[in-house]
């Protein structure tokens, strides 16, 4: 397919996504909003602990 082909496409594609709908409904948005209820807070797992390395006591004793 030719630059202006795929150039023609995107652009096609661009007005379609501009100008459709996409079934949003703005009352159960708005409902939302009002309620002022706080969406949940993202939950983060724990910090992961490096588990300790059975070979980290001799480590050192190879710099000498």
Same mark, same amino acid.
């Given at each position: ?18 100008? /459709?709908?996409?079934? &949003?409904?703005?009352?159960?948005? +708005?409902? *939302?909003?009002?309620?002022? /209820?706080?969406?949940? &807070?993202?939950?983060?797992?724990? +910090?992961? *602990? ?15």
């Amino acid at each position: 397919m030719g630059r202006g082909r795929q150039k023609a496409k995107d652009a096609k594609i661009a007005r379609q996504l501009k100008y /459709s709908n996409h079934g &949003a409904d703005l009352r159960d948005l +708005e409902r *939302e909003l009002i309620s002022g /209820s706080p969406a949940p &807070a993202p939950v983060t797992p724990p +910090e992961a *602990e490096e588990p300790e390395d059975p070979y980290d006591k001799w480590a050192d004793d190879d710099e000498r």
